[in-house]
C-alpha cells in the first residue's frame, strides 16, 4: 500500500511538471514569433485563474446539485452517517457532510475544496446493494480523496488546462491573421513556424490527456489510502467487483463531474470506452491491485 502511494504521488507530480513545462513552451513560441507577447500569457493566465477560482469556491454545490443529492443528518440515517463519522475520525479529518442519491446505480463520490470544507455523495443503489465492509472501502476511498487534497489539485490541473487551451487558440488566430506586433526575423524562421504549428494543434489534446491520466492515478492512490485507512483492502475489491457488474449509468450522469466519482458514471456493463480519454482507470486493474496488498 505504501509503495502504491509513493508511486503515485511520483507520478501526480511529474505530471503537473509536464503541465507546467507545455505552459512555458506556448509563451516562448508566442515571445519568439511577437513582440511583446507576454501580456497574452497573463491575460490568458487570469482569465483562467478567474473561471477556475468561481469553480473552487462554489463548484462543490454545483457537483451535489448536479446529482441530485440531498443532505442527511445522523437522525436521518444513523447508520451511514457513524460509518462516515468513524472512518473520519480514524482518517484524522473533520467529518463531511453526508449526502444521498436518489439513484439505483451504484456510486460516489467526494467534493469539496479541503477537508474543513468536504461532502461524501452516495447513491440509494450503492446503500442498498453493499455489505458493511465493503460500503466502509468506499467511504474510505472518498474519505482518502479529501485528506490527499485530490480536489484541490484537480482544480490546479483544470486552471493549466485552461491556460494552455487559450494560449494555443490564441497562437492559432495569429498565426492566422498575423498582428502589428510581429517579429518579423522569427516570421521568417521555418523552425518557429513547426514549433508553433505543432504546439498550438496538439497541446490542447495533450493537456487533456495529462488531465485524465492525474485523474486516474489519484483513484489508484485514493484506493490504497483507504486501504490503509480501513486496513481491509477486500472490502473495496467486493465493493468495485459489485460496482462493475451493474448494467445502467447513473441518471443525471456529467461529464463535468465524471472525474469525482468511485467509477465511471456512464459506463454500462460490457460497454467498452477508450482507456485514454477515461476519467477512471480499468475497474479490474483497481479491483487486482487491491487483492495484492
Known sequence: ?????????????????????????????????YEGGYYIV??????????????FYSGDKIALASAG?????KQDNPQIYRLVENLAITAGVPTPKVYIINDPSLNAFATGRDPKH???????????????????GVIAHELAHVKNYDIRLMMVVIICVGIITL???WLLRSFIWGGAGRNRDS???????IVGLALMILSPIFAKLIQLA?????EYLADASGALLTRYPQGLAKALEKISRQSQPLKRANKATAHLYIANPF???????????????????????????
Not at 516570421?187 to 513556424?193: A, C, D, L, V
Open 1 to 33: 500500500m505504501y509503495k502504491q502511494i509513493d508511486s503515485n504521488k511520483r507520478k501526480s507530480f511529474l505530471l503537473m511538471l509536464i503541465f507546467f513545462l507545455v505552459i512555458v513552451a506556448l509563451a516562448w513560441v508566442w515571445q519568439a514569433y
Open 42 to 55: 497573463a491575460l490568458a493566465a487570469i482569465f483562467a485563474l478567474v473561471m477556475s477560482l468561481t469553480s
Open 69 to 73: 443529492a440531498k443532505e442527511i443528518k
Open 118 to 136: 468536504s461532502s461524501i455523495a452516495l447513491t440509494t443503489g450503492l446503500i442498498n446493494a453493499l455489505e458493511k465492509d465493503e460500503l466502509e
Open 167 to 169: 494560449l494555443a487558440d
Open 187 to 193: 516570421k521568417g524562421n521555418p523552425i518557429i513556424m
Open 214 to 218: 492525474i485523474s486516474r492515478k489519484r
Open 267 to 293: 459506463a454500462a456493463s460490457g460497454k467498452k470506452i477508450s482507456q485514454a480519454f477515461s476519467t477512471h482507470p480499468p475497474i479490474e486493474e483497481r479491483i487486482r491491485l487491491l487483492r495484492q496488498m
